[in-house]
């Protein structure tokens, strides 16, 4: 595989192009770095190449990996978050992406009142409609939106989602376009703002991009394919030694 930062920097030139293309400045759109199933050394290398936000999809892969990296990074929780974890993923998380229902905004606003934490969280939203994934409906969102702005410790930023995964990218721009409209909407509605928006993921960034992301989530295309969960277990007893 090549060096991680000649492949950051073939992304960086597409995320620029995106932006010229769509009359905005690369300087809006920040890289999540998802170390998903990758060790504490991969984490090291992709600092040391210059990122510093990164991602994880599980409290509980993140709770022994965040501790063995290296400090410095701002951990961003992107994976589906239960209610039982919220306490740990206050704990090492800054930002929660995938915040899907009422109940746990209310969850999540007691512990982090109770622990003295003042996380950063996004609404995910199922633009697509597929019963696979989590989320919002978009006609529920203004219900999550009052519940989350009641909140003293929760800092609502903005929106997340998921395209569906197609073979063409830009059959996914109809998603992020319509996350943009619907953010849109809700902030004229609301008088808010809500400059995150998470979307695109290593096979569709750049259309993300053109339509408006400011977070895109990126794993296989900086780090290659991820280690089997056997790989990930060796990784984990290496860096507990």
């Not at 690369?26 to 991969?42: F, L, Q, R």
């Not at 597929?130 to 930023?157: D, M, W, Y």
């Not at 998603?175 to 809700?186: G, P, S």
């Not at 990126?218 to 060796?234: C, E, H, I, N, S």
């Given at each position: 595989?090549?060096?991680?930062?000649e492949?950051?920097?073939?992304?960086?030139?597409?995320?620029?192009?995106?932006?010229?293309?769509?009359?905005r400045s690369?300087?809006?759109?920040?890289?999540?770095?998802?170390?998903?199933?990758?060790?504490?050394?991969?984490?090291?290398?992709?600092?040391?190449?210059?990122?510093?936000?990164?991602?994880?999809?599980?409290?509980?892969?993140?709770?022994?990996?965040?501790?063995?990296?290296?400090?410095?990074?701002?951990?961003?929780?992107?994976?589906?978050?239960?209610?039982?974890?919220?306490?740990?993923?206050?704990?090492?998380?800054?930002?929660i992406?995938?915040?899907?229902?009422?109940?746990?905004?209310?969850?999540?606003?007691?512990?982090?009142?109770?622990?003295?934490?003042?996380?950063?969280?996004?609404?995910?939203?199922?633009?697509?409609?597929?019963?696979?994934?989590?989320?919002?409906a978009?006609?529920?969102?203004?219900?999550?939106?009052?519940?989350?702005?009641?909140?003293?410790?929760?800092?609502?930023?903005?929106?997340?989602?998921?395209?569906?995964?197609?073979?063409?990218?830009?059959?996914?721009?109809?998603?992020f376009?319509?996350?943009?409209e619907?953010?849109?909407?809700?902030?004229?509605?609301?008088?808010?703002?809500?400059?995150?928006?998470?979307?695109?993921?290593?096979?569709?960034?750049?259309?993300?991009?053109?339509?408006?992301?400011?977070?895109?989530?990126?794993?296989?295309?900086?780090?290659?394919?991820?280690?089997?969960?056997?790989?990930?277990?060796?990784?984990?007893?290496a860096?507990?030694?």
């Amino acid at each position: 595989m090549r060096p991680l930062t000649e492949i950051l920097a073939e992304v960086s030139e597409n995320l620029a192009d995106a932006c010229r293309r769509s009359g905005r400045s690369p300087d809006e759109v920040e890289i999540i770095a998802v170390t998903k199933t990758h060790g504490p050394d991969v984490v090291r290398e992709a600092w040391e190449a210059g990122l510093a936000k990164f991602g994880e999809n599980k409290v509980q892969e993140a709770a022994w990996k965040i501790p063995e990296s290296v400090s410095g990074p701002e951990w961003h929780l992107i994976g589906h978050l239960q209610r039982n974890k919220v306490r740990a993923a206050l704990e090492l998380f800054s930002t929660i992406h995938s915040v899907d229902s009422v109940e746990l905004i209310r969850r999540l606003e007691s512990i982090a009142s109770e622990c003295g934490c003042t996380p950063e969280i996004l609404l995910e939203v199922n633009v697509s409609g597929e019963s696979s994934k989590s989320g919002f409906a978009p006609e529920a969102v203004p219900a999550a939106i009052e519940a989350a702005l009641a909140c003293r410790s929760l800092t609502l930023s903005g929106l997340m989602t998921m395209a569906p995964f197609v073979p063409d990218p830009e059959m996914a721009r109809p998603v992020f376009a319509r996350l943009r409209e619907l953010r849109d909407t809700w902030e004229r509605d609301f008088g808010i703002g809500l400059p995150r928006l998470s979307m695109g993921m290593s096979h569709d960034y750049i259309p993300a991009v053109e339509e408006g992301a400011t977070w895109i989530r990126l794993g296989t295309v900086l780090f290659g394919a991820r280690p089997t969960l056997r790989d990930l277990a060796k990784a984990q007893a290496a860096a507990l030694l």
